[in-house]
């Protein structure tokens, strides 16, 4: 029974196309159930940043995203706001034989996002957990937690309206300045960063390419953190990084491969070749050549 292409996928690969149009094929039967979730803990505190990015090196164009981090009592999740608001738009099309055109003009007008990863931190195993859809895989790698060594300086600051503390800290080939507050005692902060004797309230890299404000910090009565650990495939960080590569490089033999199809029409209406397709989702990929982890 052929599988039907993952939304998420899809609305990654065409993010950044502006072909005229987009044609799939995908293999018939088969039922796709709105994927389970497990509980991983309650929610405690629901807080916002504003991420302000460059998604090119060949560029100084910046971006924005609103950056979620919902923390409990052992465990913590942070994700891109746009993306979890996407695929719950998504999850609507889920169940046998979902109508393809109506699910492309969806993804099209859904918020769009550059970041589909999940970041778990679980400070009773002391792991963190990062996992992304990378085709129709579910992939995931552990990783220590904390992730990384703080230097706390002596430098003092007020933050977004907190009184802050400066450290500083080197992941990912980038080096980090971090500015945390004693005021909220939360030992969190963005992306896989924690371990502060406080909330971190403004962190950025030295080169300012991502840059993490706090935007909004809320007290929960109700919630849960759950996720989606069905058909997660783990691996370890170094293959991740493989596939994913090897995806961006050439998508479209991977989706020929699972037996369905994609054709593209050009702006002028000319079927394009496979060649001219890879060529433009390489365009559109080189438009995100400057992830936050360089190494």
Known sequence: MKKLFSVLF???LFS?????????????GGSSAPEEKTVLDKINYRITYQLTFQPSVDTVELK????????GDSTSLFFSKNAFVRDSI???FKGDNPDISRMMAAIQSAPKSVFSYEVIKRNNSQQIVFQEKVFMDKLAYTEPLPAVTWNITNETATKVGYPCQKATTTYGGRDYEAW???QIPIQDGPYKFSGLPGLIVEMYDTE???HFTLAGLEKATSGEIAVSENKLINVSKEKFTDMKADFSENPFKMINASGGSITMK???GRDMSQKEMNNLVKKGN???NNPIELE
Request: hydrophobic share 40%; no cysteine; net charge positive.
């Open 266 to 268: 050009s702006k002028d």
């Open 90 to 92: 998504m999850a609507s």
């Open 286 to 288: 080189s438009k995100r």
């Open 208 to 210: 300012n390419h991502y």
């Open 180 to 182: 945390f507050t004693f």
């Open 64 to 71: 924005q995203e609103k950056m979620m981090l919902l923390v």
């Open 10 to 12: 899809l609305s990654f």
């Open 16 to 28: 950044n196309i502006s072909a005229q149009s987009i044609n799939i094929v995908k293999g018939g």
